[in-house]
């Protein structure tokens, strides 16, 4: 789908290119993060009074259920509980 007119996408792109690589970067990161709050508020949504670790798994998830075998993820999923336990052990 797309709903931008051809004149709005050049004058985006000639926006974007008219910053330094470090500018651009950051907007890339920073858009990056956007995403990851949106999905993480989503979970949230659904279930309010999810820990941390599990808000952990549950993007994992939501990005990668795709890539991986039904098996592989319950597999990381186990890793991921082991290691965010070890590490709050550790604090």
Known sequence: MNDTTEEAR??????IFS????ERFMMGIE???Y?????????RAENPNISPVELKIAVF?????????Q???ARIEESM?????????NS
């Not at 050049?10 to 926006?15: D, F, G, P, R, V």
């Not at 910053?19 to 470090?22: L, S």
């Not at 995403?35 to 979970?43: C, D, G, K, L, T």
């Not at 998830?61 to 075998?69: D, G, L, Q, V």
Request: glycine residues 0%; aromatic residues 12%.
């Open 31 to 33: 858009m990056i993060d």
């Open 10 to 15: 050049k004058k985006q792109l000639e926006i």
């Open 71 to 73: 098996e592989e993820i």
């Open 61 to 69: 998830k939501r990005y990668y259920a795709h890539e991986f075998s």
């Open 81 to 89: 509980r082991k290691y965010y336990l070890r590490v709050s052990d």
């Open 19 to 22: 910053k330094t690589p470090e």
């Open 35 to 43: 995403v990851r709050m949106v999905v993480e508020n989503s979970i």
